[in-house]
């Protein structure tokens, strides 16, 4: 296909006169104008069917054949996520200005149509237009969503042809791009190249790292931007902030936190939902509230992660209240909006809640995902309601996925139905290779039943598939420093203390009743050398650690990459009372908030 040019035709008419040609020119930029402005205020309001209506009224005035009425169009289309819609509007301009193609492509890259996004842009190359500095960043973004770098490191090249070597929007673009595509190292190159960087470069490098893992990096390279004096924005700062949420870095965390508001930052909603998931993160549930209650304005982002913050901490009763208040304020809530409040249903075994926010998803226009099946098949299996879970599974409009049958699992783990286990070990055979998550349910669920064999074979037939037993990890802070244990590894400085802490600890939680259980060991060993093991869980070894480095009044928070075990969480229970700490855990899961020999939990995760 080809396209007619033209430059671009702003509202320059011949002023008016008597002439009747003139003035019906004159009437026509009228028109021009108004619709213009209505088009604006539509896109600021996001109302559709009015949108659509002036559409309509525009195709019959024929109007859009001035570029910037059909830039004004494509633009209320895609605020409205609509890219589609874009796409029609950009076919029926007869005469397409580079503004045109701009508006269009960058309609495509923001609503997540990288493909046609960059077969527009290349259609627009061979339409002999020249890209600017704006064309370019929406082509990159687009290979940034494709995670594809090669189509970005072409049209790299490209815009080093044709003199973009130092422009700071196509360099910061091209850092991004890259960085999302999981190519640092060539983000950091061009990161170093650029003679100019503003925030954005900074914050699309510090971003990158952190999206890496590399958290250090991400940090130092914070630090920089400060020492270099760096007008930091709302977004670097709500990167490293989530940096800290990521390394339940709290101390680090709440120093950011000062920062921003000695910036006045405070109050963007942006920042906002990171410091509530950082607090939350770190097992401090009270620091997200009062975050959420200071920041003015939440946005869609800042009530998700609240809502996160609250079903990780189960408290139920807010999630439902928060969930009110969004309806009552207009609030729009999308599909994490829903995994939120199902979470919660699902792990305070709550079936009818759990029913009911399911089925009024449609209702809001949210199209159910796997992901909101896992968590209602989880409630039901949770809740003993297996025959119902596997209803649900089987009345799924797509294939159920490694979380739908994973949750599935769970059920049977808790309520020890390894013939429904086997079942579904078939079905998640029949899947391919699955994460190690799926591996540990399903050797777990055998070994609680007693069937160590078919556990060991289980967990064979799984490595032989080439799935990785995730190692079991928990870690605390203290002293700006992560400490970090593996199951009754002793390669701590502080070992010796840990381990005779643990055993005095062992010898009072005899003297409470405690018995381990067994169970949850999955090796078949003798009892004695069962309970040994289980004794030595990474996070007891934590939490031994801070027992003997804590002063007496801090709070013991301990991060843990997988779930608790049953017979941990009755100990760390009894480690509660007996010691009179508060100690928070956090598991791949959900927190547990120990004191006085009980979990906020309720011993239902
Ligand atoms: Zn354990
Ligand atoms: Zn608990």
Known sequence: MSYPLVQETASHFPKPSLNPQTQNIHNFELKFRAICNNLLSLTQSSSLPKGLSLHAHIIKSGIQIIPLVSHHLINFYSKLQLPLHSTQVFHETPFKSSTTWSSLISSLAQNEQPVLALSYFREMLRNGVRPDDHIFPCATKACGILGDYRIGQSIHG????????????????????????????????????????NVVTWSGMIYGYAQMGEDEEALRLFKLALSEGLDVNDFTFSSVIRVCGNSTLLELGKQIHGLCLKTSYDSSSFIGSALVSLYS?????????????????????????????????GHTKKVFGLFKEMESVGMKPNFITFLCVLYACSHAGLV????????????????????????????LGRAGKLQEAVQVIERMPMQPTESVWGA???????????????YVADRVFELGPVSSGVHVLLSN???????????AKARKVLRDRGVKKETGLSWVEEGNKLHTFAAGDRCHSKSKE?????????????????????NYVLQQVAGHEKSETIRYHSERLAIAFALVTFPPERPIRVMKNL??????????????????RVIIVRDNNRFHRFEDGKCSCGDYW
């Open 408 to 422: 599935l699992l769970t059920g049977c783990r808790i309520h020890k139905n390894t013939e429904l286990a086997a």
């Open 563 to 580: 779930r608790v075990c049953g017979d941990c969480h009755n100990a760390i229970k009894i480690i509660s009372k007996c010691t009179q």
């Open 281 to 313: 993160k770190c097992g401090l549930v009270e620091g997200a509230y009062r975050v959420f209650d200071e920041v003015p304005v939440g946005n869609l982002g800042m009530w998700n992660a609240m809502l996160i913050a609250c079903a990780q901490h």
């Open 158 to 197: 490209f815009a080093l042809k044709i003199g973009f070597e130092f422009d700071v929007f196509v360099g910061s673009s091209l850092v991004d791009m890259y960085a999302k595509c999981g190519r640092i190292e060539i983000a950091r190159e061009v990161f170093d190249e650029m003679p100019d960087r």
């Open 498 to 518: 840990i381990y005779e802490k643990l055993d005095e600890l062992g010898d009072y939680m005899e003297q409470a009743g405690y018995v381990a259980d067994t």
């Open 445 to 455: 669920a055998y070994a609680a039943a007693g069937r160590y064999q078919e556990a």
């Open 352 to 379: 009818p809640e759990g029913k009911f926010y399911f089925d009024l998803m449609k209702k809001h226009g949210v199209e159910p995902g796997d992901q909101h099946y896992a968590s209602l098949v989880d409630c």
